[in-house]
């Protein structure tokens, strides 16, 4: 039901994909505005009302039958508008983003640090999924399972919108291996493999994750595969796919992973991304049985993490 409601809410959009972005809706609701505009100023506002005025000045907010409205159209409630949604400033991030694979189903990259999977927030046109629908050609790609901005590798799309529920069921049900590569620090006092479980949630008016008592709903292995130069390179399984997951989990043991910015302590926001200090987390490989062909699949990321990390 899910998945087709979105292929219906893709299809049914009056704005085509411009750019690789796909247009937004927003809903209006009952209420007590008398002209579109004044439900603008209300719905968004962080966004400057003069900025507001001039897209609808463009024409570039219409409804669903896919008509420009102004800044003197009627307030219609219960209905839907639909626009591109912009990002004043978003700096690039000057990273390739190769194909790993690609045939009439699946896409799979190698994504690089700083680069985000999906639009969100800052993030638009400088994201994976931007991207490859405009290199592509593939309007309708949609991500199969996200990595954080910060985390660089393998990282999985679905090119048939009709095939999608197929793939995505295999992430819900757990039938993807997933390995992590990371490096940090040492403790002699740890014995490896080990297995962390624990109760990861959302930290209270931030984004960050933290652990708390309770039944554990998180998972990872992890094994020490080597140690050079002061630190060790680990290999990461999560069972579970949590926000932040591996970052927490690792920060739990007293192994922050090099260069996390937001574990075991948030550090404060940048405007501009430090490039020569990625996360040095990686996505190393995904696996699985490909419900589609029946066949295995392993995609396994080329990039590679230094030994050294300042």
Wanted: hydrophobic share 35%.
């Amino acid at each position: 039901m899910k998945q087709s409601r979105r292929l219906e809410f893709m299809r049914s959009a009056p704005l085509p994909a411009r750019d690789g972005v796909t247009p937004s809706r927003a809903y209006l609701p009952p209420g007590p505005w008398t002209l579109l505009r004044d439900f603008l100023f209300e719905r968004f506002p962080h966004v400057p009302r003069d900025i507001l005025l001039e897209r609808l000045a463009r024409g570039d907010i219409v409804d669903e039958a896919g008509v420009a409205q102004t800044a003197d159209s009627q307030y219609q409630a219960l209905g839907w508008l639909w626009y591109y949604r912009e990002v004043p400033t978003e700096t690039s991030v000057p990273f390739d983003l190769p194909v790993l694979f690609r045939d009439d189903y699946l896409v799979v990259v190698d994504k690089p640090h700083f680069l985000a999977s999906i639009p969100g927030g800052r993030y638009l046109k400088e994201t994976a999924l931007v991207r490859l629908r405009q290199s592509l050609s593939l309007p309708e790609l949609s991500p199969l399972h996200r990595l954080d901005r910060d985390t660089a590798g393998v990282l999985v799309f679905c090119a048939d919108p009709e095939s999608r529920g197929a793939y995505q069921t295999l992430f819900q049900t757990r039938a993807v291996h997933k390995e992590y590569e990371a490096l940090a620090g040492v403790r002699a006092d740890l014995m490896f493999p080990l297995v962390h479980r624990s109760r990861v949630a959302q930290r209270a008016g931030h984004f960050t994750m933290q652990e708390l008592a309770g039944e554990p709903n998180s998972e990872t292995r992890i094994d020490l595969m080597e140690v050079q130069g002061g630190l060790g390179r680990y290999r990461l399984c999560p069972h579970t796919g949590r926000k932040h997951q591996l970052r927490v989990h690792m920060s739990a043991l007293g192994l922050p992973i090099q260069n996390d910015g937001f574990y075991p302590v948030l550090q404060p926001y940048a405007q501009d991304d430090d490039f020569s200090r990625p996360l040095q987390l990686l996505a190393r490989s995904i696996e699985f049985t490909d419900p589609i062909s029946g066949q295995p699949r392993r995609f396994e990321s080329r990039r590679s993490l230094p030994a050294h990390s300042a």
